[in-house]
């Protein structure tokens, strides 16, 4: 019986573990989607009434033309006359209006054109004991030392700042997103961050 439990259990899990990764993916394009034809919808219907398109198609050329001006704006700003343009209007008007910069930010990490917040994983003497902490380098400064971030499990979007010597901060070859699962699961799956140190010394 136990056994019959524990096969029900593994494949429901499985079947979830692969159904909502899915479902969630979906859901978030269907909500972008949603969202970009209602902002365009006063555009779709100018052109449903006047070429007689269906709305799915009138959606369609109008995401189209969208497309097109960021290329165009985006060919515009790279000439030297369009980033003094943008500059002025960015320095001018939009960086006073609130959540400007923090919005940009982030659309530029999420589209890899800003080098990303954590260069490295790190364990780290952040009382320059025997203490090892997981942690991400953020900043390496001139003089060696580092600047470093020690999230919190299993949260780790909320966390310390240290600004570390050199000699207490030890460079470990694991990605971030590998030690970003072992913050979540407070701890679990350290090992390769303390054998990849181990490897070092």
């Known amino acids: 019986m136990k056994k019959l439990k524990s096969f029900i259990f593994t494949a429901l899990l499985g079947g979830l573990t692969v159904i909502l990764p899915v479902a969630i993916l979906i859901g ?11 902002l365009i919808q006063p555009f779709t219907n100018i052109i449903v009434v006047k070429a ?19 290329f165009v704006i985006g060919i515009f700003v790279r000439t030297r006359f369009g980033k003094c343009i943008y500059a002025l209007v960015e320095n001018n008007l939009l960086k006073i209006a609130p959540g400007y910069t923090l919005i940009k930010e982030t659309i530029l990490q999420i589209l890899g054109n800003k080098k990303a917040p954590f260069s490295a994983v790190a364990l780290a003497n952040i009382y320059a004991n025997d203490v090892l902490a997981t942690c991400f380098i953020t900043d390496e400064h ?50 390769m961050l303390l054998e990849s140190l181990g490897e070092k010394i």
């Not at 978030?28 to 209602?38: A, K, M, P």
């Open 52 to 70: 007689e398109f269906k709305e799915i198609v009138a959606d369609i050329i109008v995401i189209a033309i969208i497309i097109t001006l960021c």
């Open 142 to 191: 001139a003089d060696g030392s580092y600047t470093v971030f020690v999230p919190t499990g299993p949260n780790p979007t909320s966390g310390n700042i240290f600004h570390l010597k050199p000699e207490h901060v030890h460079i470990v070859d694991v990605s971030v997103e590998d030690a970003m699962r072992s913050i979540i699961s407070c701890g679990a799956g350290s090992t």
């Open 28 to 38: 978030v394009f269907t909500w972008i989607f949603n969202f970009v034809t209602n």
